[in-house]
């Protein structure tokens, strides 16, 4: 069974920068197109950023030119690098494996709270 675990988030300022990580224990990512997504208090879940096994790599436009996403298969994990955060930015960040339908393969983990504030 895939237990997927995000780590990384925190309290940072307006301007700072975070690295989030993610390991789907169970899996080997190598396998799978991964993304990022993110759901702020009483909003929908959003997709961030997503990174394809072909080497495409797509953003929200919200996040272009800030946030990078990328992978290590070695380590088994997938990593979302936030510079220039914006107090918009808060919210809990997940990390999936998408699937071309809509769905995705494993179950939501708890994900990591990143909270921009000063």
């Known amino acids: 069974q895939v237990r997927l675990v995000e780590s990384g988030g925190g309290l940072v300022q307006p301007g700072g920068s975070l690295r989030l990580s993610c390991d789907p224990y169970?899996?080997?990512?190598?396998?799978?197109?991964m993304a990022w997504y993110r759901q702020a208090p009483g909003k929908q879940r959003d997709l961030v950023a997503s990174?394809?096994?072909?080497?495409?790599?797509n953003y929200a436009d919200s996040v272009k030119g800030r946030f990078t996403i990328s992978r290590d298969n070695a380590r088994n994990t997938v990593y979302l690098q936030m510079n220039s955060l914006k107090p918009e930015d808060t919210a809990v960040y997940f990390c999936?494996?998408?699937?071309?339908?809509?769905?995705?393969?494993?179950?939501w983990g708890q994900g990591t709270q990143v909270t921009v504030s000063s």
């Open positions: 999936n494996a998408p699937v071309a339908d809509g769905d995705f393969w494993w179950a």
């Open positions: 990174t394809y096994r072909n080497g495409t790599i």
């Open positions: 169970g899996r080997t990512i190598s396998f799978y197109d």
